[in-house]
């Protein structure tokens, strides 16, 4: 079974407006990281968040974690069509899991 | 640096037949990942090793077995693939800080696998 699940599962916006995704996870956790797939290639590492953050900023994107909650968000601000990508999130228990991911196309 | 390579990028397998995927890093992580990916699904860990010469199960270890006999490489094997193996192979790998395991993950392009 997952860990994680993202919400939504698929997000359209115009370049430019702000993308919001949400994870959730059903275990305590050390840490909770973010990564983005463009269509046939592998992942990349956005961000790390420990479990002792609560906010954390990198360039456009901001991720905040809700341990009570068992809950994060990616913000990504002033988007640009070159977001267009796949974004998961994946939670460090026991193990790492990855969550379904949200689909995210920026139109120009 | 290469990073995390991955052979072969496409394969075609009768069920029955086996097969190795190969992975390769250069970037001297202690850690190496085998991860797979379905649709709507994301990435589900099949085995994972801590270091040369050792081995652990992930999530869904069933049907497949690796070996990481160099730092560097960490093989992947299917002994008799079945369709349900139809699906996209990533490899990963990472470093330790403080023992701290699965910080950042460095993804290979992946290997996309079909069994008929």
């Known amino acids: 079974s997952q860990q994680g699940e993202e919400d939504p599962q698929a997000l359209s916006i115009q370049e430019g407006e702000n993308a919001t995704m949400n994870c959730s996870y059903k275990?305590?956790?050390?840490?909770l990281q973010w990564y983005r797939q463009n269509s046939g290639r592998g992942l990349v590492h956005l961000i790390l968040i420990r479990s002792n953050e609560r906010e954390k900023h990198s360039g456009r994107l901001r991720v905040t974690l809700d341990t009570s909650k068992k809950s994060s968000s990616l913000l990504i601000t002033a988007s640009r069509a070159a977001d267009t990508a796949s974004y998961f999130c994946a939670s460090l228990g026991n193990d790492m899991r990855f969550g379904a991911g949200t689909r995210l196309t920026v139109k120009p | 640096n290469a990073g995390v390579t991955q052979t072969p990028k496409f394969r075609v397998l009768k069920t029955g037949q086996s097969m190795t995927l190969l992975c390769a890093q250069d970037m001297n992580h202690e850690y190496m990942y085998w991860y797979r990916q379905d649709p709507g699904m994301g990435l589900r860990l099949i085995h994972y090793?801590?270091?040369?010469?050792?081995?652990a199960k992930g999530e869904v270890p069933d049907g497949y077995n690796v070996s990481r006999l160099k730092k560097q490489n960490f093989l992947l094997g299917l002994e008799s693939a079945a369709p349900s193996q139809t699906s996209v192979y990533f490899c990963?790998?990472?470093?330790?800080?403080?023992?701290?395991?699965?910080?950042?993950?460095?993804f290979g392009p992946g290997t996309r696998l079909t069994v008929l």
């Open positions: 990963a790998s990472s470093y330790s800080i403080q023992s701290v395991r699965y910080n950042e993950q460095f």
């Open positions: 090793s801590v270091g040369e010469g050792t081995t």
């Open positions: 275990t305590s956790i050390n840490n």
